[in-house]
């Protein structure tokens, strides 16, 4: 398996332009993780899906983002209209969930610049 | 909700030397510690993890304790070597949710 594939890997974009990222995660995982990465913030949680359900979507920022999984192996992440303070870098990850073994297995992540 | 606070954010040792970095969570219900290691341009990778059934793990040069009474777990990493030097996170989940929330991360240089 190739691991976890985000595109695109950098993004620059004007503000108020919509930005749309993608993920496809690890062929058979069942939990698919956004998250967004700052100098300032750390790794912060923005949603997350089991089986293709929205299952916590509590460290969204606001409304202008939103996230999809419309099947087991694609996702989305938008933003719209982006802000310059959304600048940061945004990973996908993926993991098949037991009791024996949760471990996360991350992309190489979008770089996303609002200018 | 978790919260997982990490110490310290930057940590420079030289080539041989331990490396400690820990880290505190509040979530008693937590009971999965993994930790990763982001180097540069990439995404974090997990090196190693530590259930709460145990009190210690080991992996080579890399160790991992949890006390959960005190909620707090340690990451160690002995004999240093120039390309353990990234960004090491700690996160906790637990069984109940398969979400993991990160620590702050800490910028470790080994130094030739």
Not at chain 1, 35 to 63: A, C, H, K, W
Not at chain 2, 15 to 42: H, M
Not at chain 2, 71 to 76: A, P, V
């Amino acid at each position: 398996d190739a691991g976890v594939i985000q595109s695109p890997r950098h993004e620059v974009t004007e503000m108020g332009q919509e930005v749309t990222l993608r993920c496809k995660p690890i062929s058979g995982h069942n939990s698919l993780f956004w998250y967004r990465q700052t100098m300032m913030r750390g790794l912060e949680l923005l949603i997350y899906f089991n089986n293709n359900v929205p299952i916590d979507d509590s460290g969204m920022p606001e409304d202008r983002f939103s996230a999809k999984m419309p099947n087991a192996s694609f996702s989305t992440l938008k933003i719209q209209p982006s802000e310059p303070r959304d600048s940061a870098v945004y990973f996908c990850a993926s993991s098949l969930p037991d009791r024996s073994d949760t471990e996360a297995f991350f992309g190489q992540g979008t770089r996303l610049t609002v200018v | 909700g978790e919260n997982v606070e990490q110490h310290p954010s930057t940590l420079s040792v030289q080539e041989g030397d331990s490396a400690v970095i820990k880290c505190t969570y509040s979530d008693s219900a937590s009971n999965y510690f993994p930790w990763y290691k982001q180097e540069l341009g990439k995404g974090p990778q997990l090196i190693i993890d530590i259930r709460s059934n145990v009190g210690e793990k080991k992996d080579q040069r890399i160790a991992v304790t949890l006390n959960k009474t005190a909620k707090h777990f340690s990451l160690h990493i002995t004999e240093t070597q120039p390309e353990d030097s990234a960004v090491y996170f700690c996160a906790a989940a637990s069984y109940n949710t398969d979400k993991l929330i990160f620590g702050t991360g800490t910028r470790l240089q080994v130094f030739p």
